[in-house]
T-cell receptor
Framework: SAVISQKPSRDICQRGTSLTIQCQVD?????MFWYRQQPGQSLTLIAT?????????ESGFVIDKFPISRPNLTFSTLTVSNMSPEDSSIYLC??????????FGSGTRLTVV | AQSVAQPEDQVNVAEGNPLTVKCTYS??????LFWYVQYPNRGLQFLLK??????LVKGSYGFEAEFNKSQTSFHLKKPSALVSDSALYFC??????????????FGKGTSLLVTP
């Protein structure tokens, strides 16, 4: 299975600013998934990132707010833009390296003040 | 859309007793079902999955799950609970929508509390 390094693990940010979250995978994967977990809630898919093409966003999530970069098969970034306190959540990346298994990063705990 | 439901927000069990965390699914076609556990301030850890084959799936840390097609259920079980099993448990199903890249759709989660 793949190993994901996700950074930062946590951050406290001022409203109106942006934060970029990085995920580095130790093997090449086609798809990378970005999820949001609001306090006390389940995981909600934000978007799917395929290398070489624009990310596909789920309903309720837009590229201007959550731009995603996928420059190669082992790396992706998610930016949370123009943050408000409602963006305070845990953000997780995930990959499916094969065999129907899904691996998750350790998450980024974001607090917006 | 493929979805799962976890009817219980919290399950309490005494250490040493068997535990069950419930999950039901709603899918078109054959379901690919998963269980993950989340400990405080940590990411999701994979427990087990059902793709095809035997209805009883054995996973990590002594957990198992039974796929029941007639009841559309995939309940997580463990014969003897440990205090260290206390965590948040998520049931998930693989999406069949290629636009999502076949991402996982998660249930709301069930908090398991095992008391000494």
């Amino acid at each position: 299975s793949a190993v994901i390094s996700q950074k930062p693990s946590r951050d406290i940010c001022q409203r109106g600013t942006s934060l970029t979250i990085q995920c580095q995978v130790d093997s090449q994967v086609t798809m990378m998934f970005w999820y949001r977990q609001q306090p006390g809630q389940s995981l909600t898919l934000i978007a799917t990132a395929n290398q070489g093409s624009e990310a596909t966003y789920e309903s309720g999530f837009v590229i201007d707010k959550f731009p995603i970069s996928r420059p190669n098969l082992t790396f992706s970034t998610l930016t949370v833009s123009n943050m408000s306190p409602e963006d305070s959540s845990i953000y997780l990346c995930s990959v499916q390296p094969g065999g129907y298994g899904y691996t998750f990063g350790s998450g980024t705990r974001l607090t917006v003040v | 859309a493929q979805s799962v439901a976890q009817p219980e927000d919290q399950v309490n069990v005494a250490e040493g007793n068997p535990l069950t965390v419930k999950c039901t699914y709603s899918v078109s076609g054959n379901p690919y079902l998963f269980w993950y556990v989340q400990y405080p301030n940590r990411g999701l850890q994979f427990l087990l999955k059902y793709i095809t084959g035997d209805n009883l799936v054995k996973g990590s840390y002594g957990f198992e799950a039974e796929f029941n097609k007639s009841q559309t259920s995939f309940h997580l079980k463990k014969p003897s609970a440990l205090v260290s099993d206390s965590a948040l448990y998520f049931c998930a199903v693989r999406d069949t929508n290629s636009n999502s890249g076949y991402a996982l759709n998660f249930g709301k989660g069930t908090s398991l509390l095992v008391t000494p």
